[in-house]
């Protein structure tokens, strides 16, 4: 194996591979942060350009465009408060905040060192553990993954800001968006209104543009403000220097999000947005300052960021190892592979040991191309902040047109995405949180579809609770949603106690 590696690295490390996942990281952070150009669409578009490329240098520069992408999605999140894809919801909530309180390029610098450690540690990964990790995801079954569902919703009272009441409130609202559509088991449509862009449901990009840039647009519009942030306030910022301690600010929060992000990734269906909310959770909770959370935390930046960047790595073990792909981004890419003649399965890491091993490492290289991109352009990228509203918002609304659009190429996506901004809006005048809306939209049918699915496996819905206390991973993750519920509760009775005592002082 070493050899492998070795050879591997020398391969990678030609001119054309490194040019390859240079030109595939650039591209893919432009393609993450334009709201609706989803890393999938990335890959879908330059396949073709590889064709008379070396197969490794071709393989290379998809890869890295599948890496860029998930960190470019943070661009427009932080600056803007438009997630360029879907696993940059999360990152919002307080890239945002800092944008506002003039520290975009603080953020962006956080954004981009999560997103390089959460990808390197996936990357060891997928090099050194991909057989047994491979394995392990063969033990999720539909029992398991409606567990993680329900553990993703429980997140909802964690993140609920103001009012858990309100947050439950959305959390209900955003599991009846995601009835809309095709029964998954009994295949009979629901709620679509005799359009048939319904039958497969809401459309995730459009609504959560919607819902997070629309209100946005509105604000920046009806605002006094000239731009989002004061000159003075960029500059200040931009006058500060990097240094080695921001590279290794929050190693626990690194590691603990990568792996979160490994193994969702190895999960087929849940993705990088399901990674980057339960990181979100998880580094609240363990968090030394958990109040600052949804206020502009960069530790919230190091933990979402982290753990989305991980899904890279983690979707590629099965694909690779197995010939299933983690997401429809590694199904692109597999695509990709059996067009270059290879054959994704338990024995490609022999009969094709010289291209697999330096495709991995091209992820590695494409990840330090990210950082040094991400780290050289944040100065640049928070410029942005400093457009005037109105041009900006023109700007914006243009972007969410065209990438509601670009998903499907379906007004009915513009139309959705015209919906959920007024929802959204309405939402954020009456103190409502979208967040709950969106876990509620994202996990709800896949909460359905894998209860329908244990139903069918088990005959009866109590053979399914059966096996949720029977199967250990399934126990597992029912002590992990208690926790996840108990735990916020226990923190915040412990720190009213604090509070109380130093008042009585």
């Given at each position: 194996?070493?050899?492998y590696?070795?050879?591997?690295?020398?391969?990678?490390?030609?001119?054309?591979?490194?040019?390859?996942?240079?030109?595939?990281?650039?591209?893919?952070?432009?393609?993450?942060?334009?709201?609706g150009?989803?890393?999938?669409?990335?890959?879908?578009?330059?396949?073709?350009?590889?064709?008379a490329?070396?197969t490794?240098?071709?393989?290379i520069?998809?890869?890295?465009?599948?890496?860029?992408?998930?960190?470019?999605?943070?661009?427009?999140?932080?600056?803007v408060?438009?997630?360029?894809?879907?696993?940059?919801?999360?990152?919002?909530?307080?890239?945002?905040?800092?944008?506002?309180?003039?520290?975009?390029?603080?953020?962006?610098?956080?954004?981009?060192?999560?997103?390089?450690?959460?990808?390197?540690i996936?990357?060891?990964?997928?090099l050194?553990?991909?057989?047994?990790?491979?394995?392990?995801?063969?033990?999720?079954?539909?029992?398991?993954?409606?567990?993680?569902a329900?553990?993703?919703?429980?997140?909802?009272?964690?993140l609920?800001?103001?009012?858990?009441?309100?947050?439950?409130m959305?959390?209900?609202?955003?599991?009846?968006?995601?009835?809309?559509?095709?029964?998954?088991?009994?295949?009979?449509?629901?709620?679509?209104?005799?359009?048939?862009?319904?039958?497969?449901?809401?459309?995730?990009?459009?609504?959560?543009?919607?819902?997070?840039?629309?209100?946005?647009?509105?604000?920046?519009v009806?605002?006094?403000?000239?731009?989002?942030?004061?000159?003075?306030q960029?500059?200040?910022?931009?006058?500060?220097?990097?240094?080695?301690?921001?590279?290794?600010r929050?190693?626990?929060?690194?590691?603990?999000?990568?792996?979160?992000?490994?193994?969702?990734?190895?999960?087929?269906?849940?993705?990088?947005?399901?990674?980057?909310?339960?990181?979100?959770?998880?580094?609240?909770?363990?968090?030394?300052?958990?109040?600052?959370?949804?206020?502009?935390?960069?530790?919230?930046?190091?933990?979402?960021?982290?753990?989305?960047?991980?899904?890279?790595?983690?979707?590629?073990?099965?694909?690779?190892?197995?010939?299933?792909?983690?997401?429809?981004?590694?199904?692109?890419?597999?695509?990709?592979?059996?067009?270059?003649?290879?054959?994704?399965?338990?024995?490609?890491?022999?009969?094709?040991?010289?291209?697999?091993?330096?495709?991995?490492?091209?992820?590695?290289i494409?990840?330090?191309?990210?950082?040094?991109?991400?780290?050289?352009?944040?100065?640049?990228?928070?410029?942005?902040?400093?457009?005037?509203?109105?041009?900006?918002?023109?700007?914006?609304?243009?972007?969410?047109?065209?990438?509601?659009?670009?998903?499907?190429?379906s007004?009915?996506?513009?139309?959705?995405?015209?919906?959920?901004?007024?929802?959204?809006?309405?939402?954020?005048?009456?103190?409502?949180d979208?967040?709950?809306?969106?876990?509620?939209?994202?996990?709800?049918?896949m909460?359905?579809?894998?209860?329908?699915?244990?139903?069918?496996?088990?005959?009866?819905?109590?053979?399914?609770?059966?096996?949720?206390?029977?199967?250990p991973?399934?126990?597992?993750?029912?002590?992990?949603?208690?926790?996840?519920?108990?735990?916020?509760?226990?923190?915040?009775?412990?720190?009213?106690?604090?509070?109380?005592?130093?008042?009585?002082?």
């Amino acid at each position: 194996m070493i050899d492998y590696i070795v050879n591997g690295i020398m391969t990678a490390f030609t001119f054309p591979n490194l040019l390859a996942a240079f030109l595939g990281t650039f591209a893919g952070i432009i393609f993450g942060a334009l709201p609706g150009f989803t890393p999938s669409m990335g890959i879908a578009v330059l396949i073709p350009f590889t064709y008379a490329m070396d197969t490794t240098s071709g393989l290379i520069l998809l890869a890295a465009v599948y890496c860029g992408a998930f960190y470019g999605g943070s661009i427009s999140a932080i600056l803007v408060n438009t997630p360029g894809t879907p696993a940059a919801a999360a990152t919002a909530i307080d890239g945002f905040k800092m944008t506002q309180q003039g520290r975009a390029k603080e953020a962006l610098h956080e954004a981009v060192i999560a997103s390089f450690w959460g990808g390197i540690i996936s990357c060891l990964a997928l090099l050194f553990l991909s057989p047994i990790i491979a394995q392990f995801s063969l033990k999720f079954g539909a029992a398991e993954k409606f567990m993680l569902a329900i553990f993703g919703l429980t997140i909802i009272a964690t993140l609920s800001t103001g009012s858990v009441l309100k947050g439950l409130m959305g959390g209900v609202f955003g599991l009846t968006l995601a009835l809309i559509g095709t029964d998954p088991i009994v295949g009979l449509p629901r709620f679509t209104f005799k359009i048939p862009e319904l039958l497969t449901g809401v459309s995730l990009v459009p609504a959560l543009i919607g819902l997070y840039s629309v209100p946005q647009i509105m604000t920046m519009v009806s605002s006094n403000k000239k731009s989002i942030v004061h000159r003075e306030q960029v500059k200040e910022v931009g006058n500060q220097k990097l240094s080695f301690k921001d590279l290794v600010r929050y190693p626990v929060a690194y590691i603990r999000s990568a792996l979160i992000g490994i193994v969702i990734g190895i999960i087929p269906g849940p993705g990088g947005n399901t990674a980057s909310w339960l990181a979100y959770n998880q580094g609240k909770i363990f968090s030394k300052k958990p109040e600052a959370f949804g206020t502009g935390s960069r530790e919230a930046i190091a933990n979402t960021e982290a753990a989305n960047n991980a899904v890279t790595g983690g979707s590629l073990i099965p694909m690779l190892t197995l010939g299933i792909p983690g997401n429809a981004i590694a199904a692109v890419l597999m695509g990709a592979l059996m067009i270059k003649g290879l054959a994704p399965g338990p024995t490609l890491f022999q009969t094709k040991a010289g291209i697999t091993y330096a495709f991995i490492i091209g992820i590695f290289i494409a990840n330090l191309f990210m950082l040094l991109i991400g780290l050289a352009g944040a100065k640049h990228f928070s410029v942005v902040a400093l457009v005037p509203s109105n041009i900006l918002a023109a700007c914006v609304a243009v972007l969410c047109v065209i990438g509601s659009y670009a998903v499907k190429q379906s007004f009915v996506d513009v139309i959705i995405m015209l919906i959920f901004g007024a929802l959204g809006y309405f939402l954020k005048y009456f103190s409502f949180d979208s967040t709950p809306v969106v876990l509620g939209l994202i996990l709800g049918s896949m909460a359905e579809q894998t209860l329908g699915q244990a139903k069918l496996i088990y005959k009866s819905y109590a053979g399914v609770g059966l096996a949720l206390v029977t199967r250990p991973i399934c126990i597992v993750l029912i002590l992990i949603c208690v926790a996840s519920v108990v735990v916020p509760f226990l923190q915040e009775k412990a720190r009213a106690r604090k509070n109380a005592a130093k008042q009585g002082e």
